[in-house]
T-cell receptor, first 114, second 114 residues
Framework: DAKTTQPTSMDCAEGRAANLPCNHSTISGNEYVYWYRQIHSQGPQYIIHGLKNNETNEMASLIITEDRKSSTLILPHATLRDTAVYYCIVRVLTNLSGTYKYIFGTGTRLKVLA | EAQVTQNPRYLITVTGKKLTVTCSQNMNHEYMSWYRQDPGLGLRQIYYSMNVEVTDKGDVPEGYKVSRKEKRNFPLILESPSPNQTSLYFC?????????????FGPGTRLTVT
């Protein structure tokens, strides 16, 4: 199964861009990359997802390398409320009929500093 | 309001006493899944369901059962709980699609087995 690896923790100054990397070197061509975040022990919150192209929404940007072996989540102007654990996830197809499951990484604990 | 609900939110039980954690969603989602979260291990998928009467094992299914008799409900059953099933459990739901789509997570159920 595709597996993701992320740094354990990162710090970022408030107002600066936070760049969170993820390696998924065994990802297959039709498997999506997702990012979620979790604040304390609440349910994870969706941020963004992508397949091949870079994506942007109101929360963040997702940059996927051309070989798809890694990606970077960018929070353009981090605030104190962005302090959370960020998970990089791969959605893995489990058979030819289109069933799939999700493989979570162990997450990056981002601390935004005032 | 679109949401995923779980009950109970907190449960302390003893080894071997059967229990069920309920999960319900009001978004008419086909895909539902259960995760457990343990310190240092991130979230791991226990079971998932692509639609009514269709369930598959995730990465850590041992000791758990699920059923999907109705689209909105996806209960997690522990027939004979053991202390190693002490964990934080999350239910999630999503549209079933070949393209990417976000999962909505419930608030979590903290289970302690003594």
């Amino acid at each position: 199964d595709a597996k993701t690896t992320q740094p354990t923790s990162m710090d970022c100054a408030e107002g600066r861009a936070a760049n969170l990397p993820c390696n998924h070197s065994t990802i297959s061509g039709n498997e999506y990359v997702y990012w979620y975040r979790q604040i304390h022990s609440q349910g994870p919150q969706y941020i963004i997802h992508g397949l091949k192209n870079n994506e942007t929404n109101e929360m963040a940007s997702l940059i996927i390398t051309e070989d798809r072996k890694s990606s970077t989540l960018i929070l353009p102007h981090a605030t104190l409320r962005d302090t959370a654990v960020y998970y990089c996830i791969v959605r893995v197809l489990t058979n030819l009929s289109g069933t799939y499951k999700y493989i979570f990484g162990t997450g990056t604990r981002l601390k935004v500093l005032a | 309001e679109a949401q995923v609900t779980q009950n109970p939110r907190y449960l302390i039980t003893v080894t071997g006493k059967k229990l069920t954690v309920t999960c319900s969603q009001n978004m008419n989602h086909e895909y539902m899944s259960w995760y457990r979260q343990d310190p240092g291990l991130g979230l791991r998928q226990i079971y998932y369901s692509m639609n009514v009467e269709v369930t598959d094992k995730g990465d850590v299914p041992e000791g758990y059962k699920v059923s999907r008799k109705e689209k909105r409900n996806f209960p997690l059953i522990l027939e004979s709980p053991s202390p190693n099933q002490t964990s934080l459990y999350f239910c999630a739901s999503s549209l079933r699609t070949s393209g990417g789509y976000e999962q909505y997570f419930g608030p979590g159920t903290r289970l302690t087995v003594t």
